[in-house]
């Protein structure tokens, strides 16, 4: 046993020592009931939220697979990215040399073992002993300028389907808010704003995907850089500096793409052009700074309490199943050798399967929130400027319609 076992050993042994965990247990126990009954309303808006993304997910049945479409073009520019990789990888110029066919040497003045020689001007009759052959290729000095274009364009392509996936789901989200009647929803809402989106809003994707392409180009020229300094020096100085310059690139990228997520948003619900909406989305949830944290990391833990309880429930179940623990089953299995290969894939092919389905849920529960921001902020409840919010946020807020009639 090692001296820290030992030690540690010795203090759970003590009365003090659990005393102590104890009283921080406690302590951070009345910090989190504290939180919750200051925070208690805006919980409840939260879970109401995500109550009303499962009716809008349910209400839109086909946003669950509307998800196809940007793997398949993601999968398609990936693709296109190794292609291009390979050709830039054997683009070069052909390296030609002389080789004397004896060991003995050329026997010649004309030309010298191992000298640059050319396939349209080598005459053998000057030399016998020499032939001209393949040597090896030159790489020319502009293809790594090349591959790094071909990964801007890899990761530019890559942002703009990914944007492009959350704009048309944020279109046929906002579509089922801002109606009275929930089942006058639009059929085709996908199809309605696919097609709002392609007509109108590219630009704007182009453009807020250009902006987080640019941070991961800087971020991988860092990399390149910091990678390139471990070989020449060992300075903890430059290692540091740069290692903050990661972690700031990194932040700046994750706050970009907030911002971008909540302006294809709101470009989805007004059409307006990127700047104006970012500006637009940001103040308004400036505005509502508490609403937005509380709801983020509600949202962020049930997801992933439900991902996870979707993964491990598939994974465990398929891992009775190939070991033979179900009764009835085994029979019809085919021989394996190793059982735990086809549960490994299952898990894995889950994950990415419940991940596609949050992600989408996670969508309609942020667009129904801008909604909802958006909602208490413009209308008043009046005849005029009506509540498009449910009957649960209108009482959780204390809020009311003056005309009964157009109440969800």
Known sequence: MSQMEQEFGRYAELETTWLVLFIITLIILVVCLFVLIFLRKRIAIA?????????????????????????????IFLALFCVVAVLLASAGK???????????????????????????????????NASCQFFDYVEDPKVPWFHAYNLFALFW????????????????????????????????????????????????????????????????????????????TDSKIIRALLCCCRCCLWCLEKFLKFINR????????????????????????????????????????????????????????????????????????PEMNYYLTPVIIITIGTFFIASAFFDVYAMAVDTLFLCFLEDCE???GSAEKPYFMSKDLMRILN???KDKDKEE
């Open 157 to 232: 392509s890559m942002f703009f389907v990914s944007a492009f996936g959350e704009m048309v789901l944020a279109g046929a989200f906002a579509s089922w808010y801002w109606v009275f009647d929930k089942s006058k929803v639009p059929t085709f809402a996908v199809s309605m704003s696919l097609g709002r989106t392609l007509r109108y809003h590219t630009g704007t994707l182009a453009f807020g995907s250009l902006i987080i392409a640019i941070v991961r180009m800087i971020r991988v020229i860092l990399e390149y850089i910091d990678h390139k300094v471990k070989e020449k």
């Open 94 to 128: 052909a390296n030609y040399r002389i080789m004397c066919k004896t060991d003995a040497g050329c026997d010649c003045s004309a030309y010298k073992e191992n000298d640059t020689c050319s396939m349209d001007t080598f005459d053998a009759a000057l030399c016998p």
């Open 47 to 75: 879970v109401a939220l995500i109550g009303q993304a499962s009716k809008a997910v349910g209400s839109i049945m086909s946003t669950l697979f509307f998800p196809v479409v940007p793997y398949i073009l993601q999968l």
């Open 399 to 401: 809020k009311k319609n």
């Open 262 to 333: 909540n302006a294809y948003v709101y470009c989805a619900i007004y059409g307006k052009n990127f700047c104006v909406s970012a500006k637009n989305a940001f103040s308004l949830i400036m505005r509502n700074i508490v609403r937005v944290v509380v709801l983020d990391k509600v949202t962020d833990f049930l997801l992933f309490i439900g991902k996870m309880v979707v993964v491990g429930g598939i994974g465990v179940a398929s891992f009775f199943i190939f070991s033979g623990e179900v009764p009835g089953v085994g029979p019809h299995l």
């Open 378 to 380: 413009r209308n008043d």
